[in-house]
């Protein structure tokens, strides 16, 4: 289904990423034998990665047919960033996530290969005001979120991660073809006391302009997981009038 605002064509299906954040193995494969036929793309973070069957999930749910968001935020010297995006790209994982600084950001971008997808963290769904001063930011979490985007697509990075209070300014400040992935959301009817501080819902994330979003807890943590994913999965359909 083609997004309104950037003309990408991108099944309605695959636009709901679920956040594996469990801490073993065996609980992720349980979780995406139970979503079968709901959820058809999912999220590695680096607790489930490092839980010593990092690369055996990731073979798993791709000989399984299924969509890889690799979510480590590589941070290192460039070339051990160029290396590790060349073991994830060869493993046929669909995202993976880089830090944004330049040099880190351009060598992942060249050795990324024909299929995997490069996405920069702009800035985490757990930052405020207050921690961006603490980190000695002097502008606010959207011109942060803005000037990394274009770096990140100057570097040859094929997208970012934001939240959704940053789309509609990445959509009419950056190029349309840009990939944004919102973290962060939660229903409407869900908006639990956690560590993301900067939320939307499904629909208003899609509505402004996302290409996908990440949800965690309010599937993982539901009473009935592929009821609450298919309510999402429904409401995404219903944005995009299918």
Same mark, same amino acid.
């Given at each position: 289904?083609?997004?309104?605002?950037?003309?990408?064509?991108?099944?309605?299906?695959?636009?709901?990423?679920?956040?594996?954040?469990?801490?073993?193995?065996?609980?992720?494969?349980?979780?995406?034998?139970?979503?079968?036929?709901?959820?058809?793309?999912?999220?590695?973070?680096?607790?489930?990665?490092?839980?010593?069957?990092?690369?055996?999930?990731?073979?798993?749910?791709?000989?399984?047919?299924?969509?890889?968001?690799?979510?480590?935020?590589?941070?290192?010297?460039?070339?051990?960033?160029?290396?590790?995006?060349?073991?994830?790209?060869?493993?046929?994982?669909?995202?993976?996530?880089?830090?944004?600084?330049? @040099?880190?950001?351009?060598? /992942? %971008?060249?050795?990324? !290969?024909?299929?995997?997808?490069? &996405?920069?963290?702009? *800035? #985490?769904?757990?930052?405020?005001?207050?921690?961006?001063?603490?980190?000695?930011?002097?502008?606010?979490?959207?011109?942060?979120?803005?000037?990394? @985007?274009?770096?990140?697509? /100057? %570097?040859?990075?094929? !997208?970012?991660?934001?939240?959704? &209070?940053?789309?509609? *300014? #990445?959509?009419?400040?950056?190029?349309?073809?840009?990939?944004?992935?919102?973290?962060?959301?939660?229903?409407?009817?869900?908006?639990?006391?956690?560590?993301?501080?900067?939320?939307?819902?499904?629909?208003?994330?899609?509505?402004?302009?996302?290409?996908?979003?990440?949800?965690?807890?309010?599937?993982?943590?539901?009473?009935?997981?592929?009821?609450?994913?298919?309510?999402?999965?429904?409401?995404?359909?219903?944005?995009?009038?299918?």
């Amino acid at each position: 289904m083609s997004d309104r605002v950037s003309g990408k064509t991108i099944p309605v299906a695959q636009r709901l990423i679920f956040a594996l954040d469990v801490p073993d193995v065996d609980q992720a494969m349980a979780l995406v034998e139970k979503l079968d036929g709901v959820v058809h793309f999912y999220k590695i973070g680096l607790e489930l990665f490092m839980s010593g069957r990092g690369f055996e999930l990731l073979d798993w749910l791709v000989a399984r047919d299924l969509k890889v968001f690799l979510d480590l935020k590589f941070f290192d010297v460039p070339a051990t960033v160029a290396a590790a995006v060349r073991q994830v790209a060869g493993r046929g994982a669909t995202f993976a996530t880089v830090h944004g600084n330049q @040099a880190i950001m351009e060598a /992942a %971008a060249a050795s990324k !290969g024909a299929h995997l997808k490069i &996405l920069a963290v702009t *800035a #985490l769904t757990s930052l405020d005001r207050g921690d961006l001063d603490d980190l000695g930011f002097a502008c606010d979490a959207e011109a942060l979120v803005l000037s990394r @985007a274009r770096r990140a697509l /100057a %570097a040859g990075c094929d !997208g970012v991660v934001s939240s959704g &209070l940053e789309i509609p *300014a #990445l959509r009419a400040d950056v190029n349309h073809e840009l990939l944004i992935v919102s973290p962060g959301i939660r229903p409407v009817d869900n908006r639990p006391e956690d560590d993301q501080k900067r939320v939307v819902s499904p629909g208003q994330a899609f509505e402004a302009g996302a290409d996908y979003i990440v949800v965690g807890r309010p599937i993982r943590d539901a009473a009935d997981p592929v009821a609450a994913a298919a309510a999402i999965q429904r409401e995404i359909a219903g944005v995009f009038n299918v």
